[in-house]
């Protein structure tokens, strides 16, 4: 009797992650080690002073920003996108196909806004994340496989499009507040920020929605997304695009949920 068994992508992801690890040599781990300090120091002393800010009242005015795209939601997202690089690659490890592209949308986006909109040093700012992301893909022992088979996700999909049909046209309205910022707003990228995260919450969605190596992604955007039109609700952002925001987390959490549950290739 002769056996068959089917290769799906199920075990395709099974057999990349159940690779043996080899845990890296002194001189790999230093060079990791420094790049864990280029790319965590920046958005760790910036949440601390962001938090700091947001306890203290110090531009009040500015707690919107400061709870989402130039504060704590994207220092989430930045540490988000290096510190599973980081922990694989300490391990010998080859970090997944999601932190992979997780890293890749933060770079992609930032740098696709600053061009859009290159004032308040946000070119120099995209440009050290791109750097420092760059020497840790070097440093890695293992660099992520980022071929991954396209599989659309039902639920997902149509949740991914509406929050890119939401988030899009206002990521575009941010970018030329910024590129007309004058005095205090031509100095900090306070819309840029905005439309960077906006950006990145929508890449990574579609991304969820397409790939099942990127499925895991869903839920973080979902948190995002909802603590971003919480965060419109309680600071003064207008009421209507908070709730459809809140809502649009909620709708993507629950799909998320359901793909999470459901087999591949369902």
């Excluded at 750097?131 to 599989?151: D, E, I, M, T, Y």
């Amino acid at each position: 009797m002769t056996t068959t068994e089917s290769i799906t992508t199920e075990n395709i992801t099974h057999v990349h992650t159940a690779e043996a690890a080899t845990p890296p040599g002194a001189g790999r781990r230093t060079a990791l080690a420094g790049c864990a300090f280029l790319t965590c120091a920046l958005p760790l002393v910036f949440g601390t002073t962001i938090t700091g800010m947001l306890l203290t009242g110090v531009d009040s005015d500015h707690r919107f920003h400061q709870t989402t795209g130039q504060g704590l939601i994207l220092v989430a997202f930045w540490l988000g996108a290096v510190v599973p690089l980081l922990r694989a690659g300490w391990r010998g490890e080859r970090p997944s196909t999601a932190a992979g592209l997780r890293h890749l949308t933060l770079v992609v986006a930032g740098a696709g806004c600053a061009v859009a909109a290159p004032g308040g040093g946000a070119p120099g700012l995209v440009g050290v994340i791109a750097v420092g992301g760059a020497l840790l893909w070097c440093a890695l022992p293992r660099r992520p496989r980022l071929r991954s088979a396209v599989q659309v996700d039902a639920l997902l999909l149509p949740a991914a499009l509406v929050l890119g049909a939401a988030l899009l046209p206002y990521a575009a309205d941010q970018l030329a507040l910024q590129n007309d910022a004058t005095g205090y707003h031509s100095r900090n990228p306070h819309f840029f920020d905005m439309a960077w995260i906006s950006v990145v919450l929508v890449s990574q969605a579609l991304m969820a929605a397409l790939l099942p190596a990127a499925r895991r992604l869903a839920l973080p955007v979902a948190a995002a997304t909802a603590a971003l039109g919480a965060a419109g609700l309680a600071f003064g952002e207008d009421v209507t695009s908070s709730w459809v925001t809140v809502a649009l987390g909620i709708v993507l959490a629950a799909a998320g949920l359901v793909g999470a549950r459901r087999p591949l290739g369902a």
